[in-house]
């Protein structure tokens, strides 16, 4: 058979090796890939949203199987057009994929079939959206009154960094916030929709960022989700979905800031390892009964059945797991540590998923029992802008260790040369007998490897090795 991967990341060389790896399998073609998916298969110039192209492609080469990596094809539709076509297809429609492209969507569909997750408000002007975070602010008078906001400019002063309410001239008192915001466009952002707030003063900017300025297009920010900022540490479960049929794998943790002990930005991911302990099997089985189940129940009842990879974000909080996001699709980079233990044929598996056939793999996986880590090589200024271009040295010298794959995200092969062509560059992944095994020999591998302006970061799986 014939598979093709759609995409350019890290995910998706993952698929494109893992896929290869079936005795099935006769050629595996990613449209339009990268270095490192025209090494491990065959690259065709075709970029995701033109369907059309894609479509025509796999016709005259009678793909067996199309297998969809990343969103935006998906929210626009891809797997629609290609059942159309009677093309064998491997994600959800675009009805399904709206659990990732609106989060207004998203969180009705949790409110309404009792998915635990951060409590919300949804928003589509402006105007009450500021009123509401301004709301969040209160004080307690000297006479022990609490005052909530909006405060008016004149009732505030802010004297060393500190912001004070005006009692009368000689006399201030603090103002206070009842709780922390999270300020999510609705609609799909390249992973830059969603800003984790501190203060008052960041919301706002949120709001005009996404509603005013429109940084993320008209639609994706007409309507925003204003929620309550959870605390915990992030599990990424992924399961595969078809018809009422879940069958989850194992639970992976993602490293979204950029710098060492979650410092800085959020990026698209910046390491993963897998299995995360965290996710025990106490947690697992709540997380499946709380969330994956009723979501695909919920999903179901809105005749909007879901058929592909169901990926909940999960916030593991001190009241239990509650969703931060779903997403329709592999995750990156937790899909490189992940394929790479994953046993069981991929093909057949994906194959069964489009098919309806997944209850034939219902507790039937199979599971490299090492872990594995992912440690992911970024380009200088990644996640804001970057240099393309940088030729990158070692990945031949990093290949030659045992149990490392150095999986290719932002690359391109150039007269011979391969050289960087986004922020997320490589994804180095590693087996170990042990946890810090593997981590040890994703690092010594990473160490090999160089391009100009090259930063990672250092501190990969160390949540789970109890060193912070
Ligand atoms: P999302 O695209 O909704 O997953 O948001 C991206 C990232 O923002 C998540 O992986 C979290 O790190 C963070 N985040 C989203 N929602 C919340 C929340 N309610 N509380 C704390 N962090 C959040
Ligand atoms: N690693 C986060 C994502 O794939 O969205």
């Given at each position: 058979?014939?598979?093709?991967?759609?995409?350019?990341?890290?995910?998706e060389?993952a698929?494109?090796?893992?896929?290869g790896q079936s005795?099935?399998?006769?050629?595996?073609?990613?449209a339009?890939g990268?270095?490192?998916t025209?090494?491990?298969?065959?690259?065709v110039?075709?970029?995701?949203?033109?369907f059309?192209?894609?479509?025509?492609?796999?016709?005259?080469?009678?793909?067996?199987?199309?297998?969809?990596?990343?969103?935006?094809?998906?929210?626009?539709?891809?797997v629609?057009?290609f059942?159309?076509?009677?093309?064998?297809?491997?994600?959800?429609?675009k009805?399904?994929a709206?659990?990732?492209g609106?989060?207004?969507?998203?969180?009705?569909?949790?409110?309404?079939?009792?998915?635990p997750t951060?409590?919300?408000?949804i928003?589509?002007h402006?105007?009450?959206?500021?009123?509401?975070i301004?709301?969040?602010?209160y004080?307690?008078?000297?006479?022990?009154r609490?005052?909530?906001?909006?405060?008016?400019k004149?009732?505030?002063?802010?004297?060393n960094g500190?912001?004070?309410?005006v009692i009368?001239?000689?006399?201030?008192?603090?103002?206070?916030?009842?709780?922390?915001l999270?300020?999510?466009?609705?609609?799909?952002?390249?992973g830059?929709?969603?800003?984790?707030?501190?203060t008052?003063?960041?919301?706002?900017?949120?709001?005009?960022?996404?509603?005013?300025q429109?940084?993320?297009?008209?639609?994706?920010?007409?309507?925003?989700?204003?929620e309550r900022?959870l605390?915990g540490q992030?599990?990424?479960?992924?399961?595969?979905?078809?018809?009422r049929?879940?069958?989850?794998?194992?639970?992976?943790?993602?490293?979204?800031?950029v710098?060492?002990?979650?410092?800085?930005?959020?990026?698209?991911?910046?390491?993963?390892?897998?299995p995360?302990?965290?996710?025990?099997?106490?947690?697992?089985?709540?997380?499946?009964?709380?969330?994956?189940?009723?979501t695909?129940h919920?999903?179901?009842?809105?005749?909007?059945?879901?058929?592909?990879?169901?990926y909940?974000?999960?916030?593991v909080?001190?009241q239990?797991?509650?969703?931060?996001?779903y997403?329709?699709?592999?995750?990156?980079?937790?899909?490189?540590p992940?394929?790479m233990?994953?046993?069981?044929?991929?093909?057949?598996l994906?194959?069964?998923?489009?098919e309806?056939?997944l209850?034939?793999?219902?507790?039937?996986?199979?599971?490299?029992?090492?872990p594995a880590?992912?440690v992911?090589?970024?380009?200088?200024g990644?996640?804001g802008?970057?240099?393309?271009?940088?030729?990158i040295?070692?990945?031949?010298?990093?290949a030659?260790?045992?149990?490392?794959?150095?999986?290719?995200?932002?690359?391109?092969?150039?007269?011979?040369?391969?050289?960087?062509?986004g922020?997320?560059?490589?994804g180095?992944t590693a087996?170990?007998?042990?946890?810090?095994?593997a981590?040890?020999?994703?690092?010594?591998?990473v160490?090999?490897?160089?391009?100009?302006?090259?930063?990672y970061?250092?501190d990969?799986?160390?949540?789970?090795?109890g060193?912070?």
């Amino acid at each position: 058979m014939k598979v093709l991967v759609i995409g350019k990341g890290g995910r998706e060389h993952a698929l494109v090796w893992k896929l290869g790896q079936s005795p099935r399998v006769k050629a595996v073609f990613c449209a339009p890939g990268n270095a490192g998916t025209g090494q491990d298969g065959v690259n065709v110039p075709i970029e995701p949203n033109d369907f059309p192209a894609l479509i025509r492609f796999a016709k005259k080469e009678q793909i067996g199987l199309t297998v969809v990596g990343p969103e935006d094809p998906l929210a626009a539709g891809i797997v629609d057009a290609f059942q159309r076509e009677g093309l064998k297809v491997f994600g959800p429609t675009k009805d399904a994929a709206q659990l990732e492209g609106s989060k207004v969507f998203a969180k009705q569909l949790m409110r309404h079939a009792d998915v635990p997750t951060a409590e919300f408000r949804i928003f589509d002007h402006p105007d009450p959206a500021r009123q509401y975070i301004q709301s969040r602010e209160y004080v307690v008078t000297p006479d022990g009154r609490t005052l909530h906001g909006p405060f008016t400019k004149d009732q505030i002063v802010v004297e060393n960094g500190v912001k004070q309410f005006v009692i009368n001239p000689t006399r201030r008192v603090p103002v206070n916030l009842s709780e922390r915001l999270v300020v999510k466009a609705d609609g799909l952002a390249a992973g830059k929709g969603v800003v984790v707030c501190s203060t008052v003063e960041q919301a706002l900017q949120a709001v005009e960022r996404i509603m005013v300025q429109e940084e993320f297009g008209r639609s994706a920010g007409r309507q925003i989700v204003i929620e309550r900022r959870l605390e915990g540490q992030e599990l990424s479960i992924l399961a595969l979905v078809a018809g009422r049929t879940i069958v989850p794998l194992q639970p992976t943790q993602d490293h979204k800031a950029v710098f060492d002990g979650d410092q800085g930005p959020n990026t698209g991911g910046m390491g993963a390892y897998c299995p995360a302990p965290l996710g025990t099997p106490e947690l697992l089985a709540k997380i499946d009964e709380t969330i994956l189940v009723s979501t695909v129940h919920a999903l179901k009842r809105r005749r909007k059945p879901f058929r592909g990879v169901l990926y909940a974000g999960v916030m593991v909080t001190n009241q239990g797991p509650r969703v931060l996001e779903y997403n329709c699709r592999f995750g990156d980079p937790e899909s490189q540590p992940l394929l790479m233990r994953l046993r069981t044929d991929l093909v057949d598996l994906l194959l069964a998923t489009a098919e309806d056939r997944l209850d034939e793999f219902a507790d039937k996986l199979v599971w490299d029992p090492r872990p594995a880590v992912c440690v992911v090589l970024c380009s200088g200024g990644y996640p804001g802008s970057y240099p393309k271009g940088k030729v990158i040295s070692g990945l031949e010298e990093a290949a030659k260790l045992p149990d490392v794959k150095v999986f290719h995200a932002g690359t391109k092969l150039e007269k011979n040369v391969i050289t960087t062509d986004g922020g997320r560059v490589l994804g180095v992944t590693a087996l170990g007998d042990t946890l810090s095994q593997a981590k040890r020999r994703a690092y010594e591998a990473v160490e090999k490897i160089s391009f100009p302006g090259m930063h990672y970061r250092k501190d990969i799986a160390d949540k789970a090795l109890g060193l912070v």
